[in-house]
């Protein structure tokens, strides 16, 4: 099974700050990955899809990057309304393996 | 608008069965591939079981295989998820998904396990 391993499991930043989440896989998965959004008692929202793309409706605020084993989330210009949980996932091959969460609070 | 609409959720004794239904509009169902992810309480997101457009193929996590089976009508638009000899930890939110890439989830269905 292919882990994903995603830093840090929680982070605090500032109105405005610039923040980086990043998630590891256990081996090479090209650039099949997911990030998503939940807010507590929420279903989960899709922000990203094969890495890099904006799916359709989520502000340009949130950007992916990478490909192979080390991809990024990052979010700028940070409001309240962002502070959530954040997952990756990767769709490479089964089982489709989420990280551990990362739960970003805004000053 | 795409709309994913889980039911059949409940309260079931351990060793006991569910069948959870995922109502799908919006869109041409037959196209996409679906999933089912759950959500124990208080923790992560765990990925459940994938079927493909024709049901041809189909994987699950390795703690529900030969328990839990996934199915699809695309006559009815409706995706499935039997769910047998369910386990205290099987108790979580379960919700359905969208296509590999997980575009777009329902609101989920709460399933709980305890005697």
């Known amino acids: 099974d292919i882990q994903m391993t995603q830093s840090p499991s929680s982070l605090s930043a500032s109105v405005g700050d610039r923040v980086t989440i990043t998630c590891r896989a256990s081996?090479?998965?090209?650039?099949?990955v997911a990030w998503f959004q939940q807010k507590p008692g929420k279903a989960p929202k899709s922000l990203i899809y094969?890495?890099?793309s904006l799916q359709s409706g989520v502000p340009s605020k949130f950007s992916g990057s990478g490909s192979g084993t080390d991809f990024t989330l990052t979010i700028s210009s940070l409001q309240p309304e962002d502070s959530a949980t954040y997952y990756c996932?990767?769709?490479?091959?089964?089982?489709?393996?989420f990280g551990q969460g990362t739960k970003l609070e805004t000053k | 608008e795409v709309q994913l609409v889980e039911s059949g959720g409940g309260l079931v004794q351990p060793g006991g069965s569910l069948r959870l239904s995922c109502a799908a509009s919006?869109?041409?169902?037959?196209?996409?591939?679906m999933n089912w992810v759950r959500q124990a309480p208080g923790k992560g997101l765990e990925w459940v079981s994938y079927?493909?457009?024709?049901?041809?193929?189909?994987y699950y996590t390795d703690s529900v295989k030969g328990r839990f089976t996934i199915s699809r009508d695309n006559a009815r638009n409706s995706l499935y998820l039997q769910m047998n000899s369910l386990r205290a930890e099987d108790t979580a939110v379960y919700y359905c998904?969208?296509?590999?890439?997980?575009?777009?989830w329902g609101q989920g269905t709460l399933v709980t396990v305890s005697s």
């Open positions: 998904a969208r296509r590999s890439g997980h575009d777009y």
């Open positions: 919006g869109f041409t169902f037959s196209s996409y591939s």
């Open positions: 079927i493909s457009t024709g049901s041809g193929n189909i």
């Open positions: 081996q090479g998965i090209s650039n099949d």
């Open positions: 094969a890495a890099s």
């Open positions: 996932q990767q769709y490479n091959s089964s089982p489709y393996t």
